[in-house]
């Protein structure tokens, strides 16, 4: 019953908060607007259209790195969301940031997303059992369902291979962005180590493992190296 | 060929020496005694000698073993000159190394103004490095100086596995020398021969300049002569003594026999370099190595001997004994001598002052030559500059170049690799690899520049890449090509390439504020680690279950069906077996017709599942749908099946007639659904 009596309250309040951060960042406040959008990011829910709006915030300030990354935010929650890529792309442009290059198989599969890979496999699957109980228990074996059997169970592995490599690939889960200025990576965990690569502000990095204060990750240019914790940031929160 | 050709005993040098020329050896004539010194040689065992010949032969299978090897790789040649300076009179060597090629053939003899060059020798080399083979033929020069000055090899071109290679072009020097004083030759440092144990061995220290500048790589060779029957042995290595330089480690580059004075000598050929490191004057060597000898027992008796046939010019050669020409006679001993050279001064001078700021202390004589790749890339993707830098020189003074203009190219530390051209390490070329990652826009790789200075010249040298044309997309324009001149102040939004601040463009304006706030709440955690997705799961696998179950149950039920249509079916043939026989008494034979005509209701009713013992004769025909004759005739058969169960067994006659029999069956029989 309180629920029910609250949800509504609390929408309401998130929307006016919305509301008022976009109005800040209408007057130009952008600082005051990013910190209200952090502030309902923080509460949650979470929606594309509020990252890309903290990542406007962000491009005003001319912080590259944080508008990439709340740019990429969206698109993690939203992949086929427009202003959030024709802004990605113009705040990558502005910062130089260097991109990883995706594997060809990634680069082929990323027509879909991982949940529609996922709910691809699940109805899969699921009428590919079917298919299996309809052969065991008719009394008839029906080479159509043995087709279909064979053919669900193909979309089935694909499906899975396609959610796998999505899923540890240049936009999967360990995709970070770095926000910090005048990073470079180093070939071992020391600011006095040499460096591999300078990275701009919202240059792709892959978090490979963390070691302390350091993270090891795979950088574009099919290099690998060291780079402080706190210079990057990882998308999918 | 040439011969060295020395008298230990006036130290004088009189013809040209080449040592390095493995032929030599062979081309010598021996003398008697030869065999003698053959059966122990001075640094190879007896076996090696037995096994010589068959080595030899395995020689010649791995040689062509890696001429089928190296006939993978393209060809190359190198061209190196034992000594880059040399004085009237002294002959130089000059290699030429094929590479890759076993069919190639260099020319006889090589024309050069104020030089003469002919074709000494000629060997194979085979390597092994990363386990793969590589055949090398090299071919040896002797180059002798016809006057003194500065003189040119010109490059031989030399065709090889259907490519024609060139020999880079080679500088010699020669220093004028009046007559054929010491003082003019290479210096030399050489010790006399007493006449002792001592005498049969000699020691010589070769340096070829007298000048040096400081950290100047000079090449020196030790030579130490054996008399050939002496049988020695080396206790102690040769090194080079002195203070103010330093010295490579010894290589021995070669073993021949010589002949001097009339005697035969085993002479071998140590070579290495030395750098001096600080300037003055200073005496190099002497020379010293320590070996054991076997010369004849000392008699105090007053020598009494004939002239040996060796004592050609009655030097009072210990050799003249008895011992040598019948070792049982007399019994010989082992004696350990020092062999050592004389000194040889040189002088060091400082470098010039004023060196250009990528000078990195080479020196010697140096080509470079740059490549790039690739060179087509993105802002911020690597391009590795491959700078080849060889000749003739220090080269672990030869440091990477120096780029001049680093300004938008992010550049990382070059690594480096020798190879080494000859057994010193003097000439070689070293290889570095510089990624240098482009921070802007650019049209071509910056100037590379490397620094040495010429001791010949006594002048800095600077090289210079030439420009390579890059093509560098993405990012920002190059700000100014100004920029790249040095010196030239730089434009501030040039400054910080990584900088977040427009450069020279007007940025693309981002796009507009969303303020639609959609209801719909989304996760960055994929839809498969959340546990509603899960739980849908178990929609489609309880409605699996549910059909599974009813299709159990279902085939169950069939199962049970069909076992009663079976017993009943049994049932009924037994009992239409048993009314087939006549001998059964009428009230059996009744009951058990009723009992089949009851069971084959049961049959005929299909799914309806008719218990038979409910069956009565209007049951059975009506499942039968019989007429009214065959109705009565069934209805009496159970009256009668009745009377004879319920009225007492003596009703009527014992025996049931055949007629009768027969009617019953026809009846039975005929009940069809």
Known sequence: MICVVAAPSALAQTDAQFAKANQEYAQGDFKESISSYESLIRGGPWNANLFYDLGNAYFRTGDFGRAILNYERALALEPHHPEATANLQIARDEAHALELQPSWPERYLRFATINQYSFTAAVAFWVGVSCLVLLIFARRRSAMAAVLLLAMFSILAVAIFSIWQLDRGVKGRALAIVTADNVQARIATADTANSVLALPPGSQVKILSTRGDWIYAALPSNLRGWIPAKSAEQVRL | MEMSMRYPHCGETVSAVAQTSKSAVSQVSKPACRAEADQVPIWKSAIRQVWKPALRTIAVFITIAAAQFARADSPSITAVLNNSETVLGQPVQLEIQITGAPDAEATEEILADGLEIHRTGSSQRIEMRNLKLTSSVIYDYTILPLRAGRFTIPPQTIRAGGKLLQTPQLTLNVADL????????????????????????????????????????????????????????????????????????????????????????????????????????????????????????????????????????????????????????????????????????????????????????????????????????????????????????????????????????????????????????????????????????????????????????????????????????????????????????????????????????????????????????????????????????????????????????????????????????????????????????????????????????????????????????????????????????????????????????????????????????????????
């Open chain 2, 178 to 673: 009046p007559g054929r004083s010491s003082g003019g030759q290479p210096s030399r440092g050489a010790q006399s021969q007493p006449a002792s144990a001592s005498e049969l061995v000699f020691a010589e220290l070769i340096v070829p300049k007298k000048v040096a500048y400081v950290g100047e790589i000079v090449p020196v060779q030790i030579r130490m002569g054996f008399d050939a029957r002496v049988h020695p042995r080396l206790v102690e290595p040769p090194e080079i003594t002195g203070q103010g330089f330093t010295a490579q480690k010894l290589q021995q580059s070669g073993e021949n026999l010589e002949t001097i004075n009339g005697r035969p000598y085993d002479v071998v050929t140590f070579k290495s370099a030395i750098a001096a490191a600080r300037a003055g004057k200073f005496e190099i060597g002497p020379a010293k190595a320590k070996a054991q000898v076997v010369v004849p027992r000392t008699r105090s008796a007053p020598r009494s001997r004939a002239r040996s046939p060796f004592d050609l010019f009655d030097l009072d050669d210990p050799f003249s004994d008895p011992f040598f020409s019948n070792p049982f006679s007399q019994l010989a001993e082992r004696r350990e001598v020092e062999v050592k050279s004389e000194p040889v001064a040189l002088e060091v001078k400082p470098l010039p002052p004023n060196a250009p700021p990528s000078f990195s202390g080479a020196i010697g004589n140096f080509t470079m030559a740059t490549d790039a790749k690739p060179k087509s890339v993105q802002v911020g993707d690597p391009i590795t500059v491959t700078t080849t830098i060889s000749g003739r020189g220090n080269f672990d003074r030869v440091n990477a170049p120096e780029t001049e203009n680093e300004r938008g190219w992010h550049k990382y530390p070059p690594s480096s690799k020798f190879k080494q051209d000859d057994e010193v390490g003097i000439s070689g070329t070293k290889t570095f690899e510089t990624v240098l990652a482009p921070n802007e826009r650019k049209q071509s790789l910056p100037t590379l520049a490397f620094s040495y200075f010429d001791p010949v010249k006594e002048q800095y040298v600077t090289l210079r890449s030439e420009p390579i044309a890059i093509t560098v997309q993405g990012g920002p324009a190059t700000a100014n090509v100004a920029t790249s001149q040095p010196g030239s102040s730089p434009p501030a939004t040039a400054a910080k390439p990584n900088s977040p601040a427009p450069v020279t463009t007007k940025p693309q304006d981002i796009l507009y504020q969303l303020t639609e706030r959609p209801r719909a709440v989304e996760s960055f955690e994929p839809v498969y680690t959340q546990r509603v997705f899960w739980a849908a799961q178990l929609i489609p696998l309880l409605a699996l279950i549910g059909f599974a179950g009813w299709k159990i149950r279902r085939a169950k039920i069939d199962n049970r069906e069909a076992w009663r249509i079976a017993a009943l079916q049994h049932e009924a043939a037994e009992l239409m077996h048993k009314l087939r026989r006549n001998d059964a008494s009428p009230r059996e034979y009744y009951a058990e017709a009723s009992r089949a005509v009851r069971v084959k209701t049961a049959l005929a009713s299909g799914g309806r599942e008719i218990d038979p013992n409910m069956v009565d004769a209007e049951t059975a025909a009506d499942a039968f749908k019989l007429n009214g004759d065959s109705r009565d005739r069934l209805r009496r058969l159970f009256e009668q099946s009745d009377e004879w169960q319920y009225s007492g067994a003596h009703n009527g006659p014992g025996r049931i007639s055949r007629e009768n029999r027969r009617e019953v069956l026809e009846l039975i029989e005929n009940l069809r659904a």
